[in-house]
């Protein structure tokens, strides 16, 4: 496993943006990498609104998943709020048959995005 980062992070105003730079989102390790990076991340920011861009994601198992439900609930404790973007259809599939596209904000880009969480 890399030690390169695998999330590219930028802000703009109050809301976090995380960018995954993986495209395939589908092994225990690559998921596990990002989990632990997510993590770190949200423990060392002060951010309340995190937009989690996926705009280059291929494809993504239903173990990460689990991972983007745990983002969800940590933000809601502090009372922040998440949403997605650049989600691709291959993706939004998996969204859509567990349900979880009707638990996340699910928007086409990073503009959009920032727009919707500042409402």
């Given at each position: 496993m890399s030690n390169e980062s695998r999330i590219t992070m930028q802000n703009e105003g109050d809301v976090l943006i995380l960018e995954i730079q993986e495209p395939r989102i589908s092994e225990g390790l690559v998921i596990e990498a990002l989990s632990s990076e997510?993590?770190?991340?949200l423990q060392d920011s002060k951010y309340k609104k995190v937009l989690l861009d996926l705009h280059q994601v291929e494809l993504m198992s239903s173990?990460?998943?689990?991972?983007?439900?745990r983002l969800?609930?940590?933000?809601?404790?502090?009372?922040?709020?998440f949403a997605l973007c650049g989600v691709r259809p291959s993706v939004q599939k998996v969204f859509q048959i567990t349900r979880l596209d009707?638990?996340?904000r699910i928007e086409p880009d990073?503009?959009?995005?920032?727009s919707r969480l500042n409402k």
């Open positions: 997510l993590e770190i991340i173990g990460m998943l689990s991972v983007l439900v969800y609930r940590e933000l809601a404790e502090r009372n922040g709020r009707q638990l996340f990073v503009i959009y995005g920032i």
